[in-house]
């Protein structure tokens, strides 16, 4: 029947196309981890290249155990990224935990990290934060700083994060239960492996018997 091969076209183009992708997640990782070294980065403020860097927000601190926060309790708030006290783009919308004083404080929605390229020898600042506003979809603000003090900003969309390793490593953290990230590995998806058994490597198996049995009938 004409459906079956479908629906086996299908299946067997969505297993091929997360095996690929799955693949170019692999490779992008290898190759990254070879090329780079990276410091995360988790105190507030941070130094680099001879500069200062904090982020600022809306809510006070109040010690893990006072009112209402833990350490990990988070409330909606805004949040600012300064550099020697000036402001690096603009205030955004955020989710903040009170009860930390270090970068942990904005969760899913800052990040920083120190690459050295072991090939050049280079080493530059990246910091990533998640720009969100109510009821729309993400965008990720990477700015980077070379080690000459040289700053580069972009402002990239969920399917561009897999530009580059440290574009793709410091926006790891932020991007949540977003599925959009090109190259995205089926173990994004399934944590536990024999998952794979089914999907991709099942439905692969079944869509080509069932374009195979279609074209016979």
């Known amino acids: 029947m004409r459906l079956r091969w479908i629906i086996g076209v299908i299946l067997a183009a969505i297993s091929?196309?997360?095996?690929?992708?799955?693949?170019?997640?692999?490779?992008?990782?290898?190759r990254g981890s070879r090329r780079y070294d990276e410091r995360p980065l988790l105190e507030r403020p941070f130094r680099f290249a001879g500069h200062s860097f904090t982020v600022a927000d809306s809510h006070p601190y109040t010690p893990a155990g006072?009112?209402?926060?833990?350490?990990?309790?988070?409330?909606?708030?805004?949040?600012?990224?300064?550099?020697?006290?000036?402001?690096?783009?603009?205030?955004?919308?955020?989710?903040?935990?009170?009860?930390?004083?270090?970068?942990?404080?904005?969760?899913?929605?800052?990040?920083?990290?120190?690459?050295?390229?072991?090939?050049?020898?280079?080493?530059?600042?990246?910091m990533a934060r998640r720009i969100e506003a109510e009821g729309s979809r993400p965008l990720y603000e990477v700015i980077t700083i070379a080690a000459d003090g040289g700053e580069t900003r972009r402002l990239l969309r969920t399917h561009q994060l897999g530009r580059s390793y440290p574009i793709f490593r410091s926006t790891q953290f932020l991007r949540g239960?977003?599925?959009?990230?090109?190259?995205?590995?089926?173990?994004?998806?399934?944590?536990?492996?024999?998952?794979?058994l089914i999907f991709p490597g099942g439905t692969l198996i079944?869509?080509?018997?069932?374009?195979r049995s279609g074209k016979r009938t």
């Open 177 to 196: 239960s977003t599925f959009f990230v090109v190259p995205l590995s089926v173990l994004d998806f399934f944590i536990f492996p024999p998952f794979l």
């Open 206 to 211: 079944t869509g080509l018997l069932m374009v």
């Open 16 to 30: 091929v196309a997360s095996i690929i992708q799955s693949f170019r997640e692999y490779l992008l990782w290898e």
């Open 66 to 126: 006072e009112g209402e926060y833990t350490s990990e309790a988070a409330v909606w708030g805004t949040i600012q990224v300064f550099r020697d006290q000036s402001p690096l783009g603009s205030r955004s919308r955020a989710e903040v935990r009170p009860g930390r004083k270090d970068l942990g404080r904005y969760h899913l929605w800052f990040d920083a990290s120190v690459f050295r390229d072991k090939q050049s020898g280079d080493s530059a600042l990246w």
